[in-house]
């Protein structure tokens, strides 16, 4: 946080910077707050601090996905239908940006025989086979998650558990691992200090926790055991983390807190 600011105004700033970055939400942002641009005219400053709010984003993004759901819901409609909206929703909020990274992710990593030609793949916009597999996957392995869950009658408290656990993952790799690009906005930055990164963790599971109880221990566990694999996988194929790597983290370690959470809610 910047030591010009006082400790309240300092984190709000932060949670707008995180919403910028990982949402299409219309968010304000004055001059003084991110000074520095990027080639692009993105804000640059500061960007490792914001990763502790990262769960907060998450929190934000599930709730607003929930509440077109939950009006469905109340109006009848079916569980299969309201994890659609959902997903939907979350999708809508986004931008795609962590379906954008797994698909990605999918065909660099099973596209390319070298760490250089994985990466030029990770880069390129088109989306390849693996890339289609792997979007398939993902949402059909949500949707029966997020419908098992509302068949149960739980439903916003998995969803955000879902959320704010995923979204500190991101954080933590971002101060484990190198960037495996020479060059790019990420590389501008250096490595994510590990406070904020250990901030976000905790903040998410303390959320988790309140929501969901004891279940978020599961939950804990093998939401972690998905990240971890999907960040020794990045660190073996292209020698660090992307934000295509951070974005296909977010959604395994979703998946797999989810599908905990169905079976044992």
């Given amino acids: 946080m910047s030591t010009d600011q006082p400790a309240i105004e300092a984190a709000f700033t932060d949670l707008r910077g995180a919403l910028m970055l990982l949402t299409r939400l219309p968010v304000p942002l004055?001059?003084?707050?991110?000074?520095?641009?990027?080639?692009?005219?993105?804000?640059?400053r500061g960007q490792g601090r914001l990763v502790w709010a990262f769960p907060l984003v998450g929190a934000i993004v599930a709730?607003?996905?929930?509440?077109p759901a939950g009006l469905a819901a109340w109006w009848g409609l079916a569980p299969g239908g309201v994890a659609l909206l959902v997903l939907a929703?979350?999708?809508?909020?986004?931008?795609?940006?962590?379906e954008d990274?797994?698909?990605?992710?999918?065909?660099?990593?099973?596209g390319g025989w070298t760490r250089e030609r994985r990466l030029e793949i990770m880069k390129d916009s088109r989306v390849g086979t693996y890339g289609v597999l792997a979007?398939?996957?993902?949402?059909?392995?949500?949707?029966?998650?997020?419908?098992?869950?509302?068949?149960?009658?739980?439903?916003?408290?998995?969803v955000l558990a879902a959320a704010v656990l995923s979204r500190a993952a991101m954080g933590v790799t971002m101060a484990s691992l190198d960037h495996a690009r020479a060059d790019g906005l990420g590389q501008s930055f250096g490595r994510t200090p590990a406070l904020p990164a250990a901030g976000g963790l905790g903040l998410a599971v303390v959320l988790a926790l309140v929501v969901i109880g004891w279940a978020a221990l599961p939950a804990l566990i093998f939401g972690a055991a998905a990240a971890l694999a999907l960040a020794l996988l990045a660190q073996a194929k292209i020698g660090g983390q992307t934000?295509?790597?951070?974005?296909?983290?977010?959604q395994v370690t979703e998946i797999a807190v989810l599908m905990v959470l169905a079976s044992i809610l």
């Fill in 30 to 44: 004055d001059d003084a707050a991110f000074a520095a641009t990027g080639p692009q005219g993105e804000s640059t």
């Fill in 63 to 67: 709730l607003l996905a929930l509440l």
């Fill in 89 to 98: 929703g979350g999708v809508l909020l986004t931008g795609a940006m962590h």
């Fill in 101 to 110: 990274g797994l698909a990605d992710l999918a065909d660099g990593f099973w």
């Fill in 135 to 158: 979007l398939i996957l993902s949402l059909l392995a949500r949707w029966w998650a997020l419908s098992t869950i509302f068949a149960g009658g739980a439903f916003w408290a998995p």
């Fill in 243 to 250: 934000g295509d790597v951070l974005g296909a983290q977010q």
